[in-house]
């Protein structure tokens, strides 16, 4: 099975500053399809999973443009480039590309200093 | 608006059983994969079963579950299900429908909670 590490898994945030979060997998994510199958979504407290970012950098509908994704490989980022109050939460990356079973990250909890 | 809403969670004992289901709104099922994911009380996402789309022909499981969870589906129904037998302790969680195979929309949830 393909294991996510993240890091840090706490992270505290200054309100208008950038914040980031690595994801790293146990191998490469590159599908023989050439897609790379690389999601982030974020858990705010009590709520349920949203997705923010399909295929490492493609941000779903709604999703603030200040949330951004990168990476290739092993090795992804979640960049926020500029913190809000409504970002507290949980963070997770999760991979589909060898699968099953998919897997998540830990997670990376993310408050306001 | 997509909406999945999750039912059938409650308290079980030790080597019972559950059927859960999710009803799907707002998209056209039939054409989605869809997935089942639990979050145990304070833990993260763990990914448990996930079905193909047109009928269900292709099922899933994580190993922690395999031989005693079974998803299905129903189109005429708009309805996704997980029949959980032989429930452990470990099994305790909040269990998330989500739609397709990337998950791009989540239900609420219902909770699962297995104890004696």
């Known amino acids: 099975d393909v294991v996510m590490t993240q890091s840090p898994l706490s992270l505290p945030a200054t309100l208008g500053q950038p914040a980031s979060i690595s994801c790293r997998s146990s191998q490469s994510l590159v599908h023989s399809d050439g897609n790379t199958y690389l999601n982030w979504f974020q858990q705010r407290p009590g709520q349920s999973p949203r997705r923010l970012i399909y295929k490492v950098s493609n941000r779903d509908s709604g999703v603030p443009d200040r949330f951004s994704g990168s990476g290739s490989g092993t090795d992804f980022t979640l960049k926020i480039s500029r913190v809000e109050a409504e970002d507290v939460g949980i963070y997770y990356c999760m991979q589909k590309t060898h699968w099953p079973p998919i897997t998540f990250g830990q997670g990376t909890r993310l408050e306001i200093k | 608006e997509v909406q999945l809403l999750e039912s059938g969670g409650g308290l079980v004992q030790p080597g019972g059983s559950l059927r859960l289901s999710c009803a799907a709104s707002g998209f056209t099922f039939t054409t989605y994969a869809m997935n089942w994911v639990r979050q145990a009380p304070g833990k993260g996402l763990e990914w448990v079963s996930g079905?193909?789309?047109?009928?269900?022909?292709?099922?899933y499981y994580a190993d922690s579950v395999k031989g005693r969870f079974t998803v299905s589906r129903d189109d005429s129904k708009n309805t996704v299900y997980l029949q959980m037998n032989s429930l452990r302790a470990e099994d305790t969680a909040l269990y998330y429908c989500?739609?397709?195979?990337?998950?791009?929309?989540w239900g609420r949830g219902t909770t699962v909670t297995v104890s004696s």
């Open positions: 079905i193909s789309g047109s009928g269900g022909s292709s099922t």
């Open positions: 989500g739609k397709g195979g990337w998950m791009d929309a």
